[in-house]
Structures are given as C-alpha cells and as structure tokens.
C-alpha cells in the first residue's frame, strides 16, 4: 500500500506537465458560442466589427477542431503544452472581449430581432464599437490567425510524439446519484471492535493490535467518553467514522448524535454551534452575537438529559489548547456519551484519548485493490471538461449549491437542447458524479462535502497553470493566473497580488486585522475587469463597499457576508448570486430590487421579506418568507412573474387578501419548481386559499389559520397532485370536514393539530392512507369518533411506523388497527378511551422500538412479552396502568422514563413473580421517581439514574437496598426532591459511581453518602452553600472530590487524571 500510495504522489507531482489538452476545447466552444451570439443576436453592425467577428468565429472553429483532436492525447512535451496553452489564452481573451462588448453601455445594439417592435427602433439601433475594443479585437484575432497558421507543425509534432497515448477510461456506467451507503474495506474487525467498545458490550479489553489500550487513560469532565481515529490522510478514517455513525445499533443507543468538521480552524464556540445544528438539523446560519455562555446553554438544553454521540473529524494540533473548555461544555448530566474523534495528530490522540486509541494501518493491497475497483471513474466526460477551475483550499467545506453558483458564473454549465432543465439542475447532477466518483466525499451536514487530500493534489498539479492558491505553495504564479484564492492572514506577499491582470475568480479566506488588503483588493479589481466570481465574506476589515465594485460588468457571483460595510450600493448589474448574511433588514436597500438577473440572494429570511418591489427579481429561485401586505410593493401580485421560485416558500398575513382574483394573481399554480409551500394568515376565507392553488409537482403543503369549514376544491382532489409526501393543517378553528387524504397517492406524513370543530373522521374522507409512515394528531377536542370500513377502502396505514396521537379526551370510537404492524413509534397522551384500545393490539407491535403514554386515568394492564423489540419507555401520570410481569418482559429495553405511575410494578410485590438476574442486561438509563424502586426491580446494568419529584422526607429500607444493588451506575441526579432530607446510604457502597448531582433540594446532609471513588459532585439550587465550602460543616465529607461545582461555580477542581490513577476507566 505504501509503495501504491508512493507512486500516486509520483504522478501527481508531474500532473501539470503531462496533462495538457483536456481543458482546452471547453474554454474555446464558450468563444465560439459567444461569437454566433452576437452575429445573430444583433443587427446593423458596422462592417469594419462585422469582418473582424466573422475572422474570429473562422479561427476559433479551426483551433476547437485542433484542441478536440489533442484532448486525445496525454501530451509529455514542454512545447506542445505551450502552444497549447496560447491557444487556451487566446480563446479567454476573445471571450473576455466579446463580455465587455456585451455588457458595457457602449453595446446599443443588442436586441434580437423577435423583441424589436418597430422599425425605427431598428434604425437607430447597432452595435457600436469604440477604437479600443476594436483594436482588442483586432489583436485575439491575428493572434489567433498566427496560432492557426503554425497548426500544421502542431499536429505533425502531436502524430510523431511517441509518448503519447490515448486516454481511456476504466467503462461502466456513470449515474448522477449519490450512493446512500458508505462503502467499507478491510476494517470489518477494527469496526466491530469499536463498535463494542462504544455500545459498551466489550467484556475486556480486545486482545487483536488493531485497537490498544492507551495507558493512562483517564475518566474526563461530565462522563464523557472519547475515543480517537488516528493515521495518515487517506487512510480511510473518516470512511470508517461515517459507517459507525450511520450504524444502527449506534443510531438506537443514542438520543442525540452529531457531526462536525473540524479541520484547522478550530473555536470553542463554533464548534458547539455545528454540533447543536448537526442535532437539530438546522441549515440557517449561526447568531455570531450569542455568547459563548448562551452557546453553552442552548446545547445542554439539548443534550443534558440523554446520552449523544459526536463525531469530530479532521481534529488538527489547535483544538488541544482547548478541549477541556469543550469536554466542559458539553458534558451531560446522563454518563454513556461518546465521542469519536478521527486525526493525523499523535499529540491529539493522547490528549483526548480517555478509553483507547484506534490507530489505523493502510489497508493490504487486497483490500485496496478492492476499494479501488469499487470506486474507479469512467471515461472522460463533461464532468472533466468542467473540473479546471475547482479551488482548492486545504481543509475546506465545499458547499454544493455554492460551488455550483460558482460554475454557473463562470459558464461551465451549458443549458440542455431542450431547454427544460435549469442550469442549477444540471450543475447539481454534475457535482453529484463528482461525488459518486470520489472527487468530493459527503459530510452530514448535507450540503457541505470535502475533498480527498490526494485528489486535491492532483487536482492543484493539473490546473496550476490557471489557479494559483496564495500561501500552498511555494512556486511563483503563472502571470496568466485566472483563478486565484489567498489566505489574506499572510501579509508577507500580499502586494505582489497586484501583477495578476487577468483575474476571473478571487477567494479570500482567514482572518486579517489590516485595512491594507482592501487597498489590494481595489487594486486588483480595477487590473481585472472580467472578474466573474468574488468572495470577500468574513473581511470584517472591510466597511466601504470596494470602489471598482460598480465596473465589474461580468462579476455574477459576489459575497459579502460578515463584513462590514456601511452603505451597501453600487451592486453590478449582471449578478446572478449575491450573498449578504449577517446583514440586518435595515441594511439591505430597496435597490437591490432592480438586480433583474439575480437568480440567487443570500440574505436573512426577515430581510428578504421586508424588500419591497421584490417581484421585480423575476429570476429569484429562493424566497424562504414573504409577508403580505396591503402597500404597494408588498402584495401578493409581486410574487406574479417569479416563476423559478423553487424550495420552500412561506406566505403569511394572507388573511389581508380581499379575494380569489387578487389570489389567483400570485400564479402560484405557475411555479413549477416549487417543492414546499406554506400558507399563514387569520380566519382566512376560502375564496383566498381557492386561489392559492399549487402546481402539481408540489412535495410538501402546511395550511394554518384556515377560516371555512371545509377546504377549497383544490386539495380536494388529491389525484392531481401525485408528488405530495407531505400535508400539515393547523389552527384552523371551524373546519370541520378534513379532506380525502387517501386520495394521495404518494403521502407519507400528515398532520392535523389543533382542529376543534372535527367531530367524525370516516373512512370516505380520510381513506386508508397506504403509504402513510407519519401520522400526528393532536388537540382534536371535539373529536368522537374514528371510523373505517376495511372491506370497502382496503388494510387502515399498512405501512405507519410513527403515530402521535396527543389531547383528543372525546375520543371514543377507533377503527381496527390490526394492519399497523409495522409500527415502530407510539406516543399517546390524554387520548379519552383510545387508551382502553391498546392491550388488544400489542400482539400486534411487534415492530415497536419506542412507546410513550401520557396521562392516562384508565386501568390498564397488559404484559409486554410480544414487545420484543421495544428499546425505550415512557410512562407519565398513569397512575392506574400496571404491567403483569413487570419490566423484565422487555428484554431490549435500554432508557425507562417513568413518573407518577405508582402502581406499575404492583405485581413484583407477590415474591412468585422474581426478576431473572439476566433479564435487562441491555437497560443503561432509568430517570423515575418513587415508581420503580422496588426491591425486586433488579437492574444491575444501569449506567445512569435521575430521581424526580420525591415528596418523601427520606427513603425507606427497602428503598435505600434498591439502591445499594447499582452495580454498574455511573450517575445519580437527584432533582427536584424538594423536602428530602437525606440520601440513601447505601450510595457508598457504589464503587462505580463517577457523578453524583443535586439539583434544586433542601439544604442536607451528605455525611457517609459520598463514595470515595467519585470523580464530580454537581450541587445546584442550594441556600446554604457556605456549608461545602472550605471550612464549612460538610466539607470533609465531600473534599475528597476532585470537581466540585456549587450553584454554577467550581469549588475545586484537581487533575482528575492524578486523582484517579488508581481506578481507571479503560476499555
């Protein structure tokens, strides 16, 4: 593997010399193209700019006939190269004269003839071309006359290389879909192994080198364990890290998982504002304003009451600094949590370990040949063609919809012949080959991928000679560099930048604190006139609006995000992506509105709705929120012309239209692209939601403050809208006939919530739904009945695997579930006598993982034994509900939550009915409060305990031996206890117990409670706090803690390592 690996690098270091021709013939068929454009386009040419044009369109269809036969060829000569790339140079500059003659002022011809509308229009019209871009002109095309007169030594030359050899691929077909499974070779031992360690199902400590215990380890802050992935790039760890993540007994064990990616860049805050999105799975942009406390508060909102896995990926030497203050911050109240860190660093790896590292060896050339079998490319493809200008910064998130802006700007995507797709389609299925074939490898994040180390290597080696990375390399720039992406916090060379003329993209990354580098950024501006891509996002330095920005004719693709300019103005004209995040709505000017070609804006969802005019960007494709007014500027006809609006879009305050006319002139049936579509507004009337028809490619429909009491016609005929996966109606007062959802034919989610004036649901109208995996139902209180006659509409939600049924106390009647074996989630709660339904169908759940049941006052009692696959309970104020054979029937069970349900385990009072000692190997979590401790609940595998609500004074003997029987906790939370005077004492025989917590009790005593070996005692709420502090009447009892937290602040906090040297916690 280490020769293979060795060998690649070889090749990549000679890329940029043996591959030549490959790029050439693209760039060309864009001038061409641009050339016919313009002879066809405009009309009463002068003679003298007609001759020249026809030259130009002569020379460039002979040199794409040349560059087509030596994209054929793996080309080793120097000189071929060169005249290769003249040619490449001189197809750029006839493209960048025939943009200036397109978009400058001086263009007053170009209309095509089927827009001219009069003749005397036509007579004043032509393009008039002044003696510079003439004499510009002149000189692409004798240059390129002189290039195609030496063509003929050219290709003798190309014929007699010997060196040369045709290019082919390895076959097979290409698909432009992402492969759903992460592929995984030779890391079958090392994967299990690990995934035995995190499940915490591994007995000892694996015998097998492939994973060492790592002497020393150390029990961190809050319980949290981490294990690190470390070797050389490429070696496959984050491969192995996705298929652990992704696994399902992972997904099962875990409340919360997240991923995020490190890299270089490494912050305390920004790390927990990733991982708090990754849970949430949120795609808006952080509040740069939130503190690093707010930060803190919100994820232990999260994550504080369960167990969460974490992926840190790409952990680089910076983060060690820092990874206490991280550990600190997220550390839960629930021990179990794990987090997976996968590096090149050795000192990361012995910083963060605390239960093994996984070092990971190349795999054998077996299992790499395999690997490499599996994920080769084909042959050369448009793909290829349109991959020259990739910028590649180091540790970088390639974001998929940005790069493809980006493509788009630079005109690498071409429009089909049909003229159907848009461009954004086609560049999306473009960069998902790329993805397929291991050009980029996906992140969860979803949007956000990254590229290999070794690809970008030689992705950098084969288009050196067009990108220049400011600061990765050491070589002097190609004066012809097109693209360029600088580091700006390397001040050393920065004035150098001023050479380069010929600039189409500028990327500027880092941080810099001097207002020198916008001096640099004007200057390059007003040197390069064909800029079509500039990012200047994060330049905070940067607070006047860059003064060339306004003559950027071409410029499409412009990003000030985070900066902070003052007075944003002077826009270019031809933008076709602009991003402004950070900006607040006042700082967005109306002016934006006349930016006609933008098909892309970036702003705040407030911001963008509060725009009056913004119908005038009729090529927008993005409008999150748009709130109806009743001022000019701000009604619902701006959305008439906005036809490529796609995604999702909400519409609120429809309440203020006055009818369906005015409705209807939104033409939201017209937008075809449009994926989600929301409706918000008061009372609103059914002559206005009739207008508000949706095109029938519509996936997703959530209607709220519908005023009638039966829907419009539209969703009443669900055969016309065959994509619809997904329908929400809510506060929606006076409805009281819900439409024939079983009419669409491809829902899966649906949900009805707060609908009062429903009494019946039958199955004419409601249907047999069966494709529906999703249904909630919630605040229905008026609801009675649920009917369905299963001989004439077919099995009732054959394939749900979620139900919620929530607040519908009337419920009386429901139909035969008896199909619903598929179920997987069950969570019902104040649901009248739907309850009284349940025991019948338990036979019938054999597929439940998860069951919630919510206050209840029927009797119920039932035995779980055909719950086999249940993993997680929750049982609140169910006083009368008991389980026959107790908990012991759920042999999968992992978390018991359990609050006022007294009677629950009344049958373990008959000493007949014993808890098996092996029965709930697999239970880690409990939180409950007097409900489950009794003495013959054994649970010996339980890692976390969170007591609640106790209104006693002290525990009993009974209780206090409960428990004294934890084996395995690691935690105990007491919380809420408001008139508990003292703990059980039984708590020092815990040898296990890492964290005790208090929360919110009276002032009591913790004389021969506190274990030796505990590691943090967490204390909140107390009045009396002088008492655990040095000198106080409890101390001694509680010193030997090595982190003690009072009321939020730390009491002491010694080196856990060296505090628990005796006791490790290895695996």
């Known amino acids: 593997m280490a020769k293979c690996l060795k060998g690649f690098q070889i090749m990549m270091s000679a890329a940029a010399e043996q591959v030549a021709g490959g790029f050439s013939s693209a760039v060309i068929q864009r001038a061409v193209d641009k050339v016919i454009d313009f002879l066809e386009s405009n009309y009463n040419l002068s003679h003298a700019t007609e001759e020249l044009l026809t030259k130009l369109h002569t020379s460039l269809t002979m040199v794409r006939a040349i560059t087509e036969v030596a994209d054929n060829q793996l080309i080793t000569s120097t000189s071929l190269n060169k005249w290769l790339r003249n040619l490449h140079d001189a197809a750029y500059e006839a493209e960048d004269v025939l943009d200036r003659f397109d978009c400058q002022d001086i263009v007053l011809g170009k209309r095509k003839m089927s827009e001219l509308v009069s003749s005397s229009i036509r007579a004043l019209k032509s393009l008039v071309v002044p003696d510079e871009g003439m004499n510009r002109l002149e000189y692409v095309v004798q240059k390129l006359d002189h290039l195609c007169a030496t063509s003929n030594t050219f290709l003798e030359l190309l014929r007699q290389s010997s060196s040369s050899s045709i290019k082919e691929g390895a076959g097979g077909e290409t698909t432009s879909r992402v492969p759903v499974d992460v592929k995984l070779f030779g890391r079958d031992e090392v994967l299990e192994l690990i995934l035995r360690v995190i499940l915490g199902s591994s007995g000892s400590e694996p015998e097998s080198g492939s994973i060492r215990a790592k002497h020393g380890a150390r029990y961190t802050i809050g319980g949290v364990d981490v294990i690190p992935i470390v070797g050389m790039s490429g070696v496959g760890k984050t491969t192995l890290a996705q298929v652990i993540y992704n696994h399902e007994n992972v997904k099962g064990h875990f409340g919360h998982r997240a991923w995020v990616y490190v890299s270089k860049h490494f912050g305390v805050k920004r790390t927990l504002q990733e991982m708090l999105c990754s849970i949430k799975g949120n795609d808006s942009s952080f509040d740069r304003a939130d503190s690093l406390e707010t930060v803190v508060n919100n994820i232990q909102n999260v994550i504080r009451h369960g167990r969460f896995f974490l992926v840190l990926d790409s952990v680089w030497d910076e983060m060690c600094d820092q990874w206490s203050s991280l550990l600190t911050a997220i550390a839960g109240e629930v021990p179990g949590s794990v987090i997976l860190v996968t590096t090149q660093s050795k000192r990361v790896a012995d910083t963060v370990a605390t239960m093994c590292q996984v070092p990971l060896a190349p795999l054998p050339w077996e299992s790499f040949w395999s690997a490499f079998q599996y994920y080769a490319f084909g042959t050369t493809g448009p793909v290829a063609e349109n991959n020259q200008t990739l910028l590649l910064i180091g540790n970088y998130l390639f974001d998929k919809d940005r790069l493809v802006n980006m493509w788009i700007s630079h005109d690498f995507i071409e429009q089909s012949k049909s003229g159907g797709t848009r461009l954004e389609d086609i560049g999306g299925k473009l960069f998902d080959e790329l993805v397929q074939r291991s050009f980029f490898q996906a992140t969860f994040d979803k949007r956000r991928y990254t590229m290999h180390d070794l690809v970008r290597a030689l992705a950098i080696g084969v288009s050196s000679y067009e990108c ?19 580091q700006v916090s390397n001040q050393l060379h920065i004035h150098e930048l001023n050479k380069y003329k010929n600039l189409r993209t500028i990327l500027l990354f880092g941080h810099c604190d001097s207002t020198e580098i916008c001096d640099v950024v004007d200057n390059m501006l007003a040197n390069s006139r064909s800029i079509r891509v500039l990012d200047l996002s994060y330049l905070e330095v940067l607070t006047n609006m860059p003064a060339h920005i306004s003559s950027l004719k071409k410029l499409r693709f412009f990003d000030l995000s985070f900066t902070r300019v003052n007075n944003l103005r002077n826009f270019p004209c031809n933008l076709h992506a602009l991003y402004l995040h950070g900006y607040t709505r006042n700082s967005i000017p109306q002016s934006v509105n006349t930016l006609a070609n933008l098909r892309h804006l970036y702003v705040d969802a407030t911001a963008l709705s509060l725009i009056p005019g913004i119908g005038q960007l009729s090529q927008l494709q993005e409008l999150e929120n748009f709130s109806v007014g009743k001022r000019n500027g701000f009604m619902i006809n701006e959305l008439k012309n906005m036809q490529e609006l796609s995604g999702k879009i909400c519409i609120s305050n429809i309440h203020v239209i006055k009818n369906t006319l005015e409705a209807a002139d939104a033409n939201m049936i017209g937008k075809k692209h449009l994926e989600a579509l929301v409706l918000k507004g008061r009372n609103v009337s059914k002559d206005v939601l009739e207008g508000l028809q949706p095109h029938s490619n519509l996936q997703e429909l959530m209607i709220e403050g519908y005023g009638a009491t039966t829907l419009p016609s539209w969703i009443l005929q669900g055969h016309i809208f065959t994509k619809l996966q997904s329908i929400h109606v809510g506060s929606c007062r006076l409805l009281a006939v819900l439409p024939p959802f079983g009419k669409f034919a491809s829902l899966k989610h649906l949900t009805l919530d707060n609908l009062p004036s429903v009494k019946h649901v039958d199955g004419t109208h409601f249907g047999c739904l069966p494709n529906l995996e999703d249904l909630k139902v919630s605040s229905m209180t008026s609801w009675i009945d649920w009917s369905h006659a299963e001989e004439d509409h077919g099995p009732l939600l054959p394939h749900l695997t979620r139900f919620e049924l929530h607040n519908c106390p009337l419920l009386e009647k429901v139909p035969n579930l008896s199909s619903i074996s598929s179920l997987s989630e069950l969570n019902i709660s104040a649901c009248g006598n739907f309850a009284k339904a349940l025991p019948q169908y338990v036979g019938l759940l054999a597929c439940l993982k998860k069951l919630r049941i919510s206050y209840c006052d029927h009797p119920l009692l039932f035995s779980g034994h055909q719950l086999k696959s249940l993993d997680y309970l929750h049982l609140r104020k169910c006083g009368s509900l008991r389980l026959i054979d ?164 730390t009491v002491q906090n010694l080196s856990i390592n060296a505090a628990s040297s005796s006791s490790n916690h290895q695996i």
Not at 968 to 986: G, W
């Open 886 to 1049: 107790g908990l012991q029937c759920f042999p999968n069970l992992r978390d018991i939550d359990v609050l006022g349900c007294p009677g629950i385990l009344t049958e373990l009072q008959d000493q007949s009915v014993r808890q098996d000692e092996q029965d709930l190997l697999h239970l880690s979590s409990i939180v409950t409060d007097i409900s489950l401790l009794n003495k013959n609940f054994f649970v010996p595998s339980v890692c976390a305990l969170c007591i609640l609500y106790l209104e006693a004074l002290h525990f009993t003997a009974e209780q206090e031996e409960w428990f004294g029987q934890l084996i395995s906790v690691e935690k105990i939370e007491f919380a809420y206890c408001y008139f508990l005077q003292r703990l059980p004492s039984t708590l020092n025989r815990l040898t296990s117990l890492k964290v005790l917590s208090i929360r919110e009790t009276k002032p009591l005593s913790l004389e021969g409670v506190v274990p030796q070996n505990l590691q943090e005692l967490i204390m909140d709420g107390f009045v009396m706090e002088d008492n655990f502090k040095p000198g106080g009447s409890d101390w001694l009892n509680i010193s030997h803690v090595p982190y003690i937290r009072l009321n939020g602040k």
């Open 468 to 486: 220049f990375l400011h600061k990765e390399t050491s070589r002097r720039a190609s004066p012809t560099a097109r693209h360029l992406a600088l």
